[in-house]
């Protein structure tokens, strides 16, 4: 079965950064080639909302409004990381940040496509992000 593992997140002041980090677990025997992958989180009291992803060639990625030019979603040339990079944080961006991936295709899907995809098989837990005034 496969597992992802967040990282990174933490408590900072508004206007700082953290950068997010997500890896497929120990056990998971798989990498993050060929797949659509997306961060999500969801604030207190708040649905889960999507907040960027990147394509499955990892080349090009798609932001929700709310962090576009704030956030940079990317991933190492191995394809075994995916990060988030929060810069100007905001105390509305305070909640739980999970990545997501998808299974490995061949064909490629572009970053707008990896955003609207509906079916995530593969989370992570988590990692809380509290952003203070």
């Known amino acids: 079965q496969v597992q992802l593992v967040e990282s990174g997140g933490g408590s900072v002041q508004a206007g700082g950064s953290l950068r997010l980090s997500c890896i497929p677990s120990e056990h998971s025997n798989f990498g993050f080639s060929g797949s659509c992958l997306k961060w999500f989180r969801q604030g207190p009291g708040k649905e889960r909302e999507g907040v960027a992803a990147l394509s499955n060639g990892g080349l090009s990625a798609y932001y929700a409004d709310s962090v576009k030019g704030r956030f940079t979603v990317s991933q190492d040339e191995a394809k075994t990381t995916l990060y988030l990079q929060m810069n100007g944080l905001k105390v509305e961006d305070t909640a739980m940040y999970y990545c997501?991936?998808?299974?490995?295709?061949?064909?490629?899907?572009?970053?707008?496509?990896?955003?609207?995809?509906?079916?995530?098989?593969?989370w992570g837990q988590g990692t809380q992000v509290t952003v203070s005034s």
């Open positions: 997501a991936a998808t299974p490995a295709e061949t064909t490629y899907r572009t970053a707008t496509y990896c955003y609207r995809q509906p079916d995530f098989p593969y």
